[in-house]
């Protein structure tokens, strides 16, 4: 797999993943709740639809996925990165396995700025490894023989992954969309069908984080065995874009269909206050002023994390329904490493080891 992903300076592969965000393309998004234009509504329940969705993405349990994912278009950073077949540079080499449980394992090399390898000997890849049980992030970097161990909060991001594309990952949910609305209370929630044959299911969710309520509209496509061809989310109170994920094609490894190249879409909300006003002026002002004063005349505007991202996932680059022991997922670090032991702690002090 070949993704080109526009890193910001001084963020690294790994930041994607304790954030558990996704990279943006500026994509246009719209997320209507009722049948609009050409598509009509159809008798079918949107619980439904959802379920024959869920029991298409039910059919991966376990996953392995390669990637090589490109530097920033940045000609001042990465001069002395690897290069792919193609001549770009190359921010990182990682593979992923994923198990339906709620496990990982990540393998990566990626590439650091000069100002942390006073660490790594002088290399410009760090190459380490880390796991995720659904109880401890255990880490250990190979280069620098540092390891660390801490609860784990919050499950892995889906990011660069197929499983992007099936619905896990998205924003403020820990569990996937297609499950999580197929469970939850739902608000207004319909079917409507295209002409070119696809089920898109439309309706709000309340997160259970307690973040924005979101407007979602799922498209579902029967000819592709029912997985989910394109995943849209809104903010429903400022109306803008939170999230676009759509699929350009699916294929069959080990007898399963899955996503093989898609495009990903995240945005944030900037408001913009009237009369030039500050956050500062703002944060100033009695909640009495703002709110009959100033609430009503903000303007929100989507606004895109970070640019294009597109992705492809070939064949052989993937693994489908492998077995693994549940002690792959759960790293031995060396005896001899220098670790850091968050393990019995929450308030993240570290431990004696």
């Not at 002023?289 to 895109?304: C, G, L």
């Not at 492998?322 to 002690?327: G, L």
Request: proline share 7%.
């Amino acid at each position: 797999m070949t993704i080109s992903i526009g890193l910001s300076s001084g963020w690294t592969l790994s930041t994607f993943f304790r954030l558990n965000v996704l990279v943006v393309a500026a994509i246009g998004l719209c997320c209507p709740t009722v049948a609009t234009g050409s598509e009509i509504l159809t008798q079918q329940s949107p619980k439904e639809v959802l379920l024959r969705c869920r029991d298409a993405i039910d059919q991966v349990s376990t996953l392995k996925c390669s990637a090589v994912i490109l530097a920033p278009n940045d000609k001042d950073s990465h001069t002395d990165a690897e290069r792919d077949d193609r001549g770009r540079p190359v921010h990182a080499f990682t593979t992923y396995w994923w198990d339906r449980r709620g496990f990982w394992r990540v393998e990566s090399r990626e590439w650091q700025p000069a100002g942390v390898r006073h660490l790594m000997a002088g290399k410009n890849y760090d190459h380490y490894i880390y796991t995720l049980n659904g109880e401890f992030y255990r880490g250990y970097s190979m280069v620098t023989n540092r390891g660390r161990i801490r609860a784990m909060k919050r499950p892995a991001s889906a990011f660069a992954t197929p499983l992007m594309f099936m619905g896990y990952g998205i924003t403020d949910l820990d569990e996937n969309l297609i499950r999580f609305v197929m469970e939850s209370a739902v608000l207004d929630a319909t079917v409507t069908s295209s002409p070119e044959g696809y089920l898109k299911v439309s309706g709000e969710y309340d997160p259970p984080n307690g973040a924005y309520r979101r407007q979602f509209q799922i498209t579902v496509d029967p000819a592709q065995d029912f997985l989910p061809i394109q995943i849209q989310t809104r903010f429903k109170w400022s109306n803008t874009p939170d999230q676009d994920i759509t699929v350009k094609k699916t294929g069959i490894v080990s007898g399963i269909r899955v996503p093989l190249s898609g495009i990903a879409a995240a945005y944030a909300i900037r408001e913009i206050y009237p009369d030039g006003l500050t956050n500062a002026d703002v944060n100033a002002m009695s909640r009495e002023k703002y709110f009959a004063e100033i609430e009503p005349r903000i303007r929100r505007e989507a606004v895109p994390v970070s640019g294009p991202v597109e992705f492809e996932f070939p064949p052989a680059t993937l693994a489908v329904n492998e077995i693994y022991p549940e002690s792959f997922f759960n790293l031995t670090i060396p005896e001899t490493a220098d670790v850091v032991d968050y393990s019995s702690n929450t308030d993240t002090t570290p431990s004696e080891k």
